[in-house]
């Protein structure tokens, strides 16, 4: 499947570090995600966008700052991270944003973090 | 909170036996998703259920939506080494934005040959 694809595919990346994942989506959907997914937790919302305006925070910390310049791209800066935040960090895109209305969301491969 | 619970967590089983998971919600649902995420892989969207009492087949996956829309159901028959991964269920979440899918935290699914 390349219908959403991000990079890297993985990551190690020390605590004073910067760096950006980027995700792009070729499914002329509307809306991105970025979710978290650590071991023996569930998928974690952490950001919503659709038509390249954020609509959801699920109280992430300043130390991630999304960015999403059109609705085919999205993009996840990362700064002085902390080993707790080492995961696998998944992009995801639907037709619209309302899971109310029953859009599917399609996820791309992910990047896996880890933060030293 | 609202929460969207899966039983069980793990199950092994040996090929050719039937598996089963289940989802409950803590709140009604308008649909519920369910996704399999095959080891090392990512989340495929599987399914969507909408109506009451509603059931779905596809090949050996049989999906069930509870009639209070509050519990779902994924049931495999005759299970198959294709089958490993985990299958997660995942409804709306209230009293955010509409994009917001809650999941549940899914069954681990292994088949023995």
């Known amino acids: 499947e390349t219908g959403v694809t991000q990079t890297p595919r993985h990551l190690v990346m020390g605590m004073t570090n910067k760096k950006s994942l980027k995700c792009e989506q070729h499914?002329?959907?509307?809306?991105m995600y970025w979710y978290k997914q650590s071991a023996k937790k569930p998928l974690e919302l952490m950001f919503v966008?659709?038509?390249?305006?954020?609509?959801e925070n699920n109280s992430v910390p300043s130390r991630f700052s999304p960015e999403c310049p059109n609705s085919s791209h999205l993009f996840l800066h990362l700064h002085t991270l902390q080993p707790e935040d080492s995961a696998l960090y998944l992009c995801?895109?639907?037709?619209?944003?309302?899971?109310?209305?029953?859009?599917?969301?399609?996820f791309g491969p992910g990047t896996r973090l880890t933060v030293t | 909170g609202q929460q969207v619970m899966q039983i069980p967590q793990y199950q092994h089983v040996q090929e050719g036996e039937d598996f089963t998971t289940y989802c409950n919600s803590s709140t009604t649902l308008s649909n519920i998703q369910w996704y399999k995420q095959r080891p090392g892989g990512h989340p495929v969207f599987l399914i969507q259920?909408?109506?009451?009492?509603e059931v779905k087949k596809q090949k050996r996956l049989t999906f069930q939506f509870g009639e209070a829309k509050k519990n779902s159901s994924l049931h495999i028959t005759a299970t198959q080494t294709t089958d490993v991964g985990t299958y997660f269920c995942a409804g709306p979440r209230y009293g955010g934005s509409q994009g917001n899918l809650i999941f549940g935290k899914g069954t681990k699914l292994s088949v023995k040959p």
């Open positions: 966008y659709n038509f390249k305006e954020q609509t």
């Open positions: 995801a895109s639907s037709q619209f944003s309302s899971a109310a209305a029953g859009y599917e969301q399609y």
């Open positions: 259920l909408v109506k009451s009492g």
């Open positions: 499914l002329g959907h509307n809306a």
